[in-house]
């Protein structure tokens, strides 16, 4: 931030030799030759299109005639709407059950993965929960949904081998909402694992084996030891996990395109369907701020409350 | 640590979660080569060149993918080498502007973009996908971070010798980055390689498809006729991604990590 300071301060020793002008206005080229690719493309792709999504959310606009303005009408229309209603429903719902399952089944795995097994085991374990994360949601839940099919699925094969009977996974509302937030947390929760991990591994062994001297084992051990010594960790994963659920698509989209009723829509799903299927874009405007207000809010929410529970060593 | 016996019920959890989450993988195999009515046979993979433009399908993702790697590895390279390594005025507001475009979700953004790229005249291209990806807010930060980890006497030493600015970029540090743009390569490998909503909105005809649109089109065509010859499609789709991980998963660990504090 010094363009008046001259180069020479950069050398304190007298015997530098004083950088030529040359070098510092080619200095300055490069500085923005190297800039333009990216923040002139981010501000083109991203920035501009934030700004535009305020201003299109008060317009009525199918692409093909001319926009007309609409005040608050998006807004007050998508609030009305049982459709969208039930979507971000869904969605919160969604996130609040994902997100809990994701986090205590990574954080108990992480747990079992840290203590008392050989490394080779440790990396293979890593290795396997960590694997679903480069698959893509599409395959994954096209896989998924002959697993859970109701007539040749293998997992009623395996329950009607223990005796339960065919449930009806994908054709009724409660299926579909158990199967996505399966295929969702399948995919995911090795990515809070790994986040957990490394948690684990900065506390030091010394406060493991300074809390067994004092009796600390199993629960009383993960609560007053493990919890308050990866609670900077954990907010990280929480705040990550529920951006990236509430944004939840590609599972549901392939799974069950919404269906049945609208038991699996989402607020992503009726972006979608507004601006690229009903051709009303100031809607799905309108929608996309919701959601993005809503993504905000439950960040802030969560460095709030983290305030009581986060233990900084 | 002294050697301590692992828990019986330690192995037995963690063994039935390595069984739940490989499992749907190994099923997916098994049944792509033993396709229905037949033993084993690779006769699923034929028909998904049958039945859909595998190879299109392949050529454009690995075309999109391509383009929008080595896009970011350069980019990333020189914003994140500017923000690193040389002062100018209003670096920290620029630099403050960039990490803020990361907390913008995709989906909010995708409407503007839609109408943007209409307004080039990419609809319906392969650029419509590849141009918007390119330039990356979490690339560059990776790169900055990396380059602050280089020693600045380096750059110091080069313009004593008389290298300017440029050239100081290109031969000296440039060549030492290699580690932090294959982090940033192979993430974005892994994110848009598997990507499936914005083909989803940006690809309109079908030669424009890439391989998770093409296949969830399949399923969508053959319903439920065909178990075998969409798994084998999975399959083949998968096989790059599993080379990555093969072969890059430190580096994908570290990078989807990077930055947050243990």
Known sequence: MTTTIPASTAAPTAAAPAEPAHDRRSERLLVWLFLVPTVGGLALFTLLPIAASFVLAFFRWDIITSPEWAGLHNFGDIASDVTVRRAFLNTIGFVIVAVALQLGIALWLAILVQSRLPSWLQSVFRSAFFFPLVLSAASVSLVMAYLFNADFGLVNSILNAVGIPDVQWLSTGSGAVAVVIFVYVWQSFGFSLLLFLGGLASIPTEVYEAAELDGAKGWSRFTKITLPLISPTLLVATVMAVIAALQIFDQPWVLTRGGPGDSTRTAVMMIYQSGFQELQFGRASAIGLVLTALILAATAAQFRLSRRYVFYQ | ?262
Request: no cysteine; charged share 10%; glycine share 10%.
């Open chain 2, 1 to 262: 640590m002294t050697a301590r016996r692992p828990h019986v019920g330690t192995l037995v959890v963690l063994a039935v979660a390595t069984v739940l989450t490989l499992g749907p993988v190994v099923w997916t195999l098994v049944r792509a080569v033993t396709p229905e009515g037949q033993g084993f046979s690779f006769s699923a993979f034929g028909d998904v060149f049958d039945q859909i433009d595998m190879v299109r399908l392949t050529l454009n993702s690995a075309l999109v993918t391509g383009l929008i790697v080595l896009g970011q590895m350069f980019t990333a390279a020189l914003a994140g080498y500017v923000f690193a390594r040389l002062e100018f005025r209003g670096r920290g507001l620029l630099f403050g502007l960039v990490l803020a475009t990361m907390m913008v979700p995709l989906q909010v953004t995708i409407v503007p973009v839609f109408m943007l790229i209409r307004g080039m005249g990419l609809s319906d291209t392969l650029l419509a996908l590849i141009l918007p990806a390119v330039p990356t807010a979490f690339g560059t930060f990776l790169m900055r971070q990396y380059f602050m980890t280089l020693p600045p006497e380096l750059g110091e030493a080069a313009s004593i010798d008389g290298a300017g600015p440029f050239r100081t970029f290109w031969s000296v540090y440039a060549p030492l980055a290699a580690p932090g743009l294959a982090v940033v390569g192979i993430l974005a490998f892994n994110y848009h390689w598997n990507e499936f909503f914005r083909p989803l909105i940006f690809s309109i005809s079908e030669e424009n498809y890439t391989l998770p649109l093409g296949l969830v089109t399949l399923q969508g065509n053959l319903g439920s006729g065909s178990v075998s010859t969409v798994l084998a499609g999975v399959v083949l789709s998968m096989i790059p991604a599993v080379v990555v991980f093969v072969f890059g998963q430190r580096r994908l660990r570290e990078g989807l990590t990077a930055g947050i504090g243990k």
